[in-house]
């Protein structure tokens, strides 16, 4: 689904959110990382990956808030 949309940007977190390193969740995207598709997607070929910390997807109001904060600041680039 993920070539279909074929975005600009893609903002992701990686690994489980009761977790601190979640290595198996990092191998994981390290080959994704490695294929083809992956390589062929716009974000990816213009550098916009943005990986969020976990609480970010979060429900409450001020982690909506904080969690606008960092898209703007990961999508206005100095």
Excluded: R
């Excluded at 903002?11 to 489980?16: P, S």
């Excluded at 990092?26 to 550098?47: F, H, P, R, T, Y």
């Amino acid at each position: 689904m993920l070539p279909e949309l074929n975005p600009d940007h893609i903002f992701m977190t990686v690994g489980k959110s009761t977790v601190s390193q979640d290595e198996d969740a990092e191998k994981l995207l390290a080959e994704m990382q490695q294929s083809a598709v992956w390589g062929n997607l716009k974000a990816v070929q213009a550098g916009n990956l943005h990986i969020m910390p976990q609480w970010v997807f979060g429900d409450y109001p001020n982690i909506k808030s904080k969690s606008l904060d960092l898209v703007e600041a990961a999508l206005i680039k100095p």
